[in-house]
């Protein structure tokens, strides 16, 4: 971003998925042009936003949904970023080599380009969340993506969780925690319940941004998607997508159950107030933490 601009534009796109990728792709592709107009300069979309999250059943044939990068995709989102002048963040079901798949984020630069990818690093296999069937974990690390409005640090849902990537994006001067999203609601789950989980979600990234003085930009799907294999009631993607400052205070959360398109200001100049006030990247004891790189300390 350049040092004389204050504010920049981020749009985020909430959507429901349909089973057939060429309605998703355009359906995309009118909502980034809604945010383009409005003004954004950087979109984010949505984990795996080409298709119904078909990690909830284990099917070699959904493998087909993946694609290599470049490919299809990168080519039409790219054109996508070139006729509108933004940067796009997109989430991808790559096909890297025969039996060896990733679940990637993509940064697609102003001009069409690929400014940089991320392999989700962590992964996860629940009831209805199986993705150790079909995602190899990531072997690009957690390093930012320069681009022409600022230095991203791109992860993808269940990185989410973890404090550890957050900071290792911040160590390499990320300006922005962004988290394509995938995940809602249990149905067996109490409504008590699923609120615990959502709030605690939206709670652990408010907390990256608090421990590392940075925005957080967090995108989140929508809408109900059924279990192919009826052994569940299916998901309720709980939306929910949000943007918060340097200090966890929300600039705007979406609801639950719509669909979204939103642009949002975020002053990236606060980051650098924010960490003179609390100095915790100066009083790191970076010393006595050697055990975390170890599983559990008996």
Known sequence: MPS?????????????????????RQQLAERIAEAAQQGAELV?????????????????????LAEPIPG???????????????VIVCSLFERRAAGLY??????????????GCYRKMHIPDDPAYYEKFYFTPG???????QTS????GVQVCWDQWYPEGARLMALQGAELLIYPTAIGYESSDSPEEQE????AWTTVQRGHAVANGLPVISVNRTGHEPDPSEQTGGIEFWGS???????????????????????????LHRSEQVRRWWPFLRDRRIDEYGGLLERFID
Do not use: W
């Open 4 to 24: 004389n601009t204050d504010n920049m534009k981020t749009g985020i796109v909430q959507m429901r998925c349909t089973d057939s990728v060429e309605i998703n």
């Open 44 to 64: 984010v979309l949505q984990e795996l936003h080409n298709s119904r999250y078909f990690c909830q059943v284990e099917q070699t044939e959904l493998f087909d």
């Open 72 to 86: 299809p995709s990168t080519d039409f989102f790219g054109a996508l970023a070139k006729d509108h002048g933004i």
């Open 102 to 115: 990733h679940n990637t984020a993509v940064v697609l630069e102003r001009d069409g380009s690929i400014a």
């Open 139 to 145: 072997d690009l690390g957690f390093h930012p993506i």
């Open 149 to 152: 409005v600022g230095r991203l």
């Open 196 to 199: 615990r989980q959502r709030e």
């Open 241 to 267: 997508s949000f943007v918060c400052g340097p200090q966890g205070e929300f600039l705007y959360r979406a609801p639950q159950d719509e669909e979204v398109v939103a642009v949002v200001d975020i002053d």
